[in-house]
């Protein structure tokens, strides 16, 4: 197989200064669980990037650890534990939900996640669910004859950006040729930075807060999920916000399959109230065989009338029955493939920042809130 081009930057991760109180002592870095199966792979892109890495076996000279594990959280709890030298813990994920109360325990080192690294991959699939959905993708694919033309375009819509980070600001740029109405909602109201927004997209982008999630959802038209998991973000889309969507509004959901309550999609789908989804996280996940989601359809001729009619199922066989507008991928927005350049380049400069002792690390964990 021939060598893939480089694809892929990242993105919102700039280099950090942490504070001189907490700038780690270089030394040996460590890459566990050893017995991982991309242990050796990882450790032989270092090589190629890096000619003479610190990387050694975990011992008592270890002074960062690379953790490989998206789920081991009480294994790398422990090996932190038993290793209080260690002062700088890279992740190999940029969702680090899972890891908040291993942080929170050891609050006093430098973390750092691949966040900012995986953003133009995962905002390119989000791209494709929200084409996908507004050209009635999910019922094109089943149908077996004709059918009359239906369809939305993306050109001037309303779009809701929940979150500010790496997969948004990829997604901008992305959808900028189609020059919608973008609101971006983040935990502070902080205006983004003139040169993250790009030249189409200029004089038609808001920023607010979580807080005007409410407000803003009446006038949504293409809902995207994009934000960290946190105790203020779990479950913040339910019935009561999707019913506040307008009928043909279609969300994507790119970030963690908690944010959104499976339960309440489920209903909006079946009841009308909801146009399409696009979904690449789900809760639980993986989404079990059998589970509503894999064969929704619209429960009722009433329940269809609420769909506006260019995205509303049809109701004959032959072209997808009352199938909803769903789209469901196995968490596969960034594959290995994908992101592996992106993340070997995280290690890598991290390595050389602990080396170096000035703790300019990139893609700083905000240790308070997990992300």
């Known amino acids: 197989m021939s060598a893939a081009p480089e694809q892929h930057k990242a993105i919102s991760a700039p ?4 504070d001189a109180s907490r700038i780690p002592p270089a030394g040996p870095v460590a890459i566990l669980p050893s017995d991982h199966p991309n242990c050796k792979r990882y450790t032989s892109d270092i090589l190629s990037a890096f000619p003479d890495p610190p990387l050694a076996p975990l011992s008592k000279e270890t002074r960062g650890v690379i953790w490989l594990d998206i789920s081991a959280h009480a294994k790398l709890g422990e090996v932190l534990d038993a290793n209080p030298q260690v002062g700088w813990v890279q992740l190999v994920q940029a969702g680090i939900n899972l890891y908040k109360d291993v942080i929170h325990k050891h609050n006093d080192k430098v973390w750092t996640s691949a966040k900012g690294s995986f953003g133009q991959p995962v905002a390119e699939h989000a791209l494709m669910m929200i084409l996908g959905l507004l050209r009635k993708i999910p019922q094109r694919i089943r149908s077996t004859s004709w059918a009359p033309a239906a369809g939305l375009s993306l050109y001037n819509r309303r779009v809701t950006i929940v979150g500010a980070g790496g997969i948004t600001l990829a997604l901008l740029s992305q959808i900028a040729p189609f020059s919608p109405h973008v609101t971006v909602l983040r935990r502070r109201s902080d205006p983004l930075e003139d040169e993250v927004i790009p030249p189409g997209l200029k004089g038609r982008v808001e920023v607010d807060t979580f807080k005007r999630l409410h407000e803003v959802l009446p006038k949504t038209e293409v809902l995207v999920i994009a934000a960290a998991l946190t105790p203020g973000t779990n479950g913040m889309i339910g019935a009561r916000e999707l019913e506040l969507l ?26 009308g109230k909801l146009a399409g989804a696009g979904l690449d996280v789900t809760a639980p996940e993986p989404l079990p065989e059998g589970h509503p989601l894999w064969n929704l359809e619209v429960e009722s001729d009433t329940a269809l009338e609420q769909i506006d009619e260019e995205l509303r199922p049809s109701a004959q066989e032959k072209t997808g029955g009352r199938r909803a507008n769903v789209i469901i991928t196995p968490h596969t927005a960034d594959t290995p493939a994908m992101i592996r350049p992106l993340i070997v380049n995280r290690f890598v400069v991290n390595l050389k920042a602990l080396q170096e002792g000035k703790g300019k690390f990139e893609g700083v964990v905000d240790n308070e809130h997990a992300y």
């Open 15 to 18: 280099i950090q200064a942490v």
């Open 246 to 271: 307008p009928s043909h509004a279609v969300l994507v959901n790119v970030a963690r399959g908690e944010h959104v309550q499976t339960d309440a999609i489920v209903e909006a789908l079946r009841k």
